[in-house]
């Protein structure tokens, strides 16, 4: 039961940790957003492309446009399937009672009411706007990290079960 416990406080802190990465991301001016992605943009332009200093202007610009809204938006995937995954994890050991699609949907429910909380928080930061597009990006990053745990769990009981009937 003990083990019950620290799970769930272990999930709460890490979802609130997480909630206030995404907070601390989203507070960011445009330009300061934009300054932390373009180092890495720039870094996987020059693997995917090790002639892009040989394209035209045009076409660099265009490439590394497209690159960084691609890395941005697995970035918003990324932060919120942490999110989903710490929820979940939240939910589960928190409630033990519940089955996991209890747990699933308070969880997404949950991420999916940050998520839209954090494009109304971006309308109020210099440089940056609300998107409908973000929150299904984070809503789907959401889901995808609640499954992850959920099948994680399901291997970890069926090992347990496949342990305890060798003995």
Same mark, same amino acid.
Request: aromatic share 8%; with cysteine.
């Given at each position: ?13 890490? /979802? ?9 991301? /989203?507070?960011?001016?445009?330009? @300061?957003?934009?300054?932390? /992605? ?20 045009? @076409? ?8 960084? +809204? ?8 990324? @932060? ?38 954090? @494009? ?5 930061? /210099? ?16 889901? +995808?990290?609640?499954?992850?745990? +959920? ?17």
């Amino acid at each position: 039961m003990k083990h019950l416990k620290f799970r769930a406080r272990f999930f709460l802190v890490a /979802s609130i940790v997480t909630a206030a990465l995404i907070f601390w991301f /989203s507070a960011q001016k445009g330009n @300061e957003s934009q300054a932390l /992605s373009d180092p890495l943009t720039l870094q996987v332009a020059q693997l995917l492309r090790p002639d892009l200093m040989q394209m035209s202007e045009p @076409e660099r610009v265009n490439f590394l446009n497209l690159l960084s +809204t691609v890395i941005r938006k697995n970035a918003h995937f990324c @932060e919120f399937a942490l999110l989903g995954f710490n929820l979940m994890g939240a939910m589960r050991f928190h409630f033990p009672g519940l089955s996991n699609g209890n747990c699933r949907l308070r969880a997404m429910g949950i991420a999916v009411a940050y998520a839209i909380t954090d @494009e109304l928080h971006q309308m109020f930061v /210099s440089d940056r706007a609300a998107r409908a597009l973000d929150v299904l990006i984070d809503s789907a990053g959401s889901l +995808t990290g609640t499954f992850v745990l +959920t099948l994680g769990l399901t291997i970890l009981a069926l090992l347990n079960q496949r342990r305890a009937a060798r003995r």
